[in-house]
């Protein structure tokens, strides 16, 4: 196993390296002048456009211009982005830790439920359980997160008053600047308990609940109706069938064995999903005002934020190959024929 | 927690009916007022947006203010008094202004505020200079030009001696000598040139106050500023923070404050694009005020606990369409390929008189004002708005008649763009909904009249909206004008000087409109002074160098439980934002 894993990450360098230039060539559609502005912050540097495209070679030929842009970037210069007002590192330093948290408080949940109820819908074809779970597959399917997630405002928030949008109250908001409070993780969920403020910690739980349920409902629908077609297409194979015949419990049927082999393409489902979490959610961050990094990534390709678009679309690659790296791990540790394969 | 748990089991079809009915008072030492735009920049010679001006008047104090809701009756601040003729603190020739200041005040960091400290604000005010920012509001009466640099960017060789001769301490009084009688200044230092501290901007590596490096701090970048987003002022609040992630501002009242504290400890500004999250926000307490643009009015009639006040007079002119003469097209996504070739248009698109004339006929004046804005304004006739003297009420106005439009499209460029046809982007500022239906309007209306007229438009964010109209990159932009003092010299300069706001941007030059403003500006016949503004809006009617579209009223939602609020038409972002100093909560 830690063969393959070596092996799978020794080959990262170079998936990522086919991203970016892929991503560098698809600026090369933008004229020269059009990819100096990226390093053009103020409108009277203009005059100096000409020595700008001179600096960074903007005129020479795809690869050395490659080679000169992968040095900056590795030596942290992604840019300036205007719709953050800062470095694009510092932006991505700063709006990627709360979609992380989103992120990890919302896949597990999908994750759980969509396994589970999906493998229940299988076993229970065309009983109640498996119409309810496709009902709420289809809906999940159909409704725009933009209604949901406003529906659920009104209801929780509107109404209710318990689930704020935003990242906290001002409250946290002050606690969470002050000199006393270490940011351990920049997590801040963790951070509050790990300060132990644990009243802050609710806060921000309790902020994150309705965009977490808004992803939970729409996201889980895929993964139920996956799970479910491939466990059924499992229960119905030969060696279920040898299996009952031998008189193993259908407990032991349906966990040892049909849901190992009905996992793999779940496991190909997840890692996506996950990715499309990191990667932020836009619609949901907008609605609930959640300073992710989706939000940032909207707005900086609605203004053309050139840097912010591809700084933002780096991480989404990066977190893409890191995410099927794990994935292919996940498939060995599942499936044994592709260690032995390997 | 028990939250958590309910919220996993709760059915939606039995909910109570509770609670956006009106309750106690929701953070009672807060005041939260959620709006759509992010500010440009903290400091006061910079920004020249109402986001950040909101924020400035807010932690810096003028030398005196507009008492109340009056654009007229000033109270002092810093000063002790306000100067006039009669109690002697105007010369008779109308150029010396004494100005007596006050003793004791201190800025947020603790240090005493002293004499030298306000003249270093003035001078700072007027030369850091930058394009198009508000310098010129003090240049012209102090030194007697608007900016400090001449058409080759170069700076002007006797700007420093100017200045110095301009401001000086004499004693504990700050002396102004004018350049000639000018009526407006006592309205300008109402709103600008705010104190802040010559010695915090020296430990912070701003300018030192010399002639030796004012010149490396002239016209530079938002960003190098230690005010980009700091500040040490005198005023009711401090600034804690500004938060460029979440689009907050958070202030906290200074207690040290030379008047008695503000009541509302910590006002929070926050930047909520979506409505729909605003006005959730107002109901459930958490926001106290919110921006809501005319369209949006009937969504906020009757909710339980939200106060609507409506027909406030305004000193603005807003929307106005705006067009650029000479398009900026370097790196430029807004006008498509930059040639008259079907899919693009070139640089000097908007310098054909007929082109501007054709979108003057091709807008829907009446349906706007009375769809949009419920019918709340009239049409504008001119730049400057109904409430100001030199307003002509009888000038001629454009109305919509598409045979007109197409005429005039017919003649433009020789017959080229009837043939060619043109595609670009309109660009209004994200959030903004009059200013949005305003370009949707255009789109309709122009691509309807020929299918080769392409029209896109695209929200943008304010901060980049503004950049990217200071770099002439808009072929056509809407946006509005808000008076910075209450005269028509400030509708009138900034709109139609060729050294204004917007006119250097869309490179848009008339010597004759040039010398009327100018000729205006120092009559002080008012019977005169209204004859040039007439004349002036004649002009304006000719050359169209922008659409001025509407002359409207506001309304403001904010939560009953807010008091104290009074509507002063020159404050920036009135009637949303205010002077939160008289603000409580009750």
């Known amino acids: 196993m830690l063969k393959f894993i070596l092996k799978r990450l020794a080959f990262l360098p170079f998936v990522l390296f086919g991203v970016t230039a892929l991503l560098f060539s698809c600026l090369q559609f933008l004229s020269p002048e059009m990819r100096a ?68 408080v919302t896949f597990f949940p999908i994750m759980i439920v969509g396994v589970f109820f999906g493998v229940l819908s299988a076993v229970y074809r065309d009983k109640f359980i498996d119409h309810l779970t496709r009902f709420v597959a289809i809906t999940g399917y159909s409704l725009p997160s933009f209604v949901l997630g406003l529906g659920l405002l009104m209801v929780f928030y509107g109404r209710l ?55 939970l409902y729409i996201s889980v629908a895929l993964l139920l109706r996956i799970t479910r077609s491939s466990m059924l297409e499992e229960l119905t194979k030969d060696y279920v069938r040898t299996a009952r015949a031998k008189g193993l419990p259908e407990r ?63 991480l989404a690659a990066f977190l893409f190959v890191t995410a099927n790296l794990i994935s292919d791990i996940l498939y060995a540790v599942v499936d044994p024929r592709i260690r032995v394969g390997n | ?37 992010d500010a440009d920049s903290m400091d006061p010679a910079w920004a020249y947006d109402s986001a950040s001006d909101l924020i400035i008047l807010n932690v810096y104090d003028t030398l005196w203010t507009f008492d109340k809701g009056s654009t007229e009756k000033l109270v002092p601040l810093i000063a002790t008094k306000i100067p006039s003729k009669e109690n002697g ?22 240090a005493l505020m002293t004499p030298e400290d306000v003249r270093y604000s003035i001078l700072r005010f007027m030369l850091l200079d930058r394009a198009a920012g508000p310098s010129s509001l003090l240049l012209e009466p102090l030194l007697g030009y608007p900016t400090t640099r001449d058409e080759a960017d170069k700076i002007l060789p006797h700007v420093w001696e100017d200045a110095q001769r301009a401001v000086t301490v004499r004693g504990d009084n700050l002396v102004l000598r004018l350049k000639r009688p000018y009526a407006p200044i006592l309205s300008i230092l109402a709103t600008w040139a705010p104190v802040l501290s010559k010695q915090w901007a020296v430990a912070h590596k701003d300018w030192d106050g010399t002639e030796a490096t004012w010149a490396k701090f002239n016209n530079s970048a938002k960003e190098q500023s230690p005010f980009f987003e700091r500040e040490d002022g005198t005023g009711p609040f401090k600034l804690d923070r500004w938060d460029r992630r979440t689009q907050e501002f958070l202030l906290e009242r200074f207690d040290g404050y030379w008047r008695a504290p503000a009541k509302i400890k910590y006002v929070v500004v926050k930047g909520v694009n979506e409505f729909g999250t605003r006005k959730l926000m107002l109901m459930a307490g958490d926001a106290d005020a919110i921006y809501a643009d005319r369209p949006l009015w009937s969504q906020l009639q009757g909710l339980p606990g939200v106060k609507i006040i409506d027909d406030l007079p305004t000193m603005e002119n807003d929307p106005v369409v705006f067009f650029t003469f000479k398009v900026n097209t370097v790196g430029n996504s807004y006008t498509g390929s930059g040639k008259l070739d079907g899919d693009g248009i070139p640089p000097d698109f908007f310098a054909d008189k007929d082109v501007r004339k054709g979108f003057a006929y091709a807008f829907d004046y009446k349906d706007f004002i009375g769809d949009v804005l419920h019918g709340k304004g009239t049409q504008a006739t001119g730049s400057i708005p109904a409430s100001m003297p030199g307003h002509n009420p009888n000038q001629r ?63 943008v964010e304010w901060p980049t909206f503004l950049d990217a109209q200071k770099d002439s990159k808009l072929p056509i932009f809407v946006l509005g004008w808000n008076a910075d003092y ?101």
């Open chain 1, 37 to 104: 502005a990226l390093y053009v912050k103020d409108p009277r540097q203009l005059s100096q456009l000409d020595a700008v495209i001179e600096k960074y070679g903007l005129r020479k030929p795809l690869p050395v211009q490659y080679g000169i842009w992968l040095k900056q970037v590795a030596h942290g210069d992604l840019g300036y982005s205007e719709t953050a007002k800062m470095p694009v590192a510092d932006a991505i330093r700063s709006f990627f830790p709360a979609t992380f948290e989103l992120t990890l």
């Open chain 1, 161 to 215: 008053h318990w689930f704020p949008p935003g990242r906290y109250t001002l409250d946290t908001d002050m606690l969470v600047h002050s000199d006393a409070f270490r940011h351990w993780t920049g997590l801040l969920t963790l951070d509050c308990l790990l300060n132990r403020q644990w009243a802050a910690a609710l806060d921000v739980a309790e902020h994150m609940v309705l965009p977490a349920a808004t992803l």
């Open chain 1, 252 to 314: 032991v049927i349906i966990r040892k064995h049909a849901l190992a082999n009905a996992l793999i393409p779940v496991v190909t489902l997840s890692s996506l999903l996950f990715i499309g979490l990191l990667g932020g959610v836009v619609i949901t961050e907008t609605v609930f005002d959640f300073p992710g990094i989706g939000r940032w990534g909207v707005q900086a390709a609605q203004q053309l934020d050139i840097p912010g678009v591809l700084g933002s679309t780096m």
């Open chain 2, 1 to 37: 927690m028990i939250r958590l748990l309910l919220c996993a089991c709760l059915p939606l079809a039995g909910l109570p009916a509770a609670a956006w009915a009106a309750g106690p008072v929701k953070n009672p030492d807060t005041y939260t007022y959620v709006t759509i735009s």
């Open chain 2, 89 to 110: 603190l105007i010369s008779p020739d109308g150029k010396t202004y004494t100005i007596p200041l006050r003793r004791g005040v201190k800025f947020h960091d603790g």
């Open chain 2, 397 to 459: 106005t454009y109305h919509l008649d598409l045979a007109k439009a197409a005429a005039h499209f017919k003649k433009a460029f020789g017959g080229q763009v009837w043939e060619k046809g043109f595609h670009f982007t309109i660009a209004y500022n994200s959030g903004n909904m009059p200013r949005e239906t305003v370009c949707q309007i255009i789109k309709r209306n122009i691509e309807g009249l020929n299918p080769k007229f392409k029209i896109d438009v695209r929200s």
């Open chain 2, 486 to 586: 209450p005269d028509p010299h400030n509708f009138a300069f900034p709109l139609l000087h060729s050294k204004g706001d917007y006119p250097p941007y869309q490179h848009f030059k008339d010597p004759e409109m040039d010398r009327i403003i100018e000729q205006a500006n120092v009559e002080t016949n008012p019977a005169k002074r209204k004859q040039l503004y007439y004349k002036l809006q004649a002009l304006e009617y000719e050359e169209v160098p922008h659409l001025n579209l509407v002359d409207e009223v506001r309304y403001r939602t904010q939560r009953d439980w807010v008091k104290g609020w009074v509507n002063n038409p020159v404050f920036p972002d009135a009637p949303y934002g205010s002077y939160f100093y008289t603000l409580y909560k009750q």
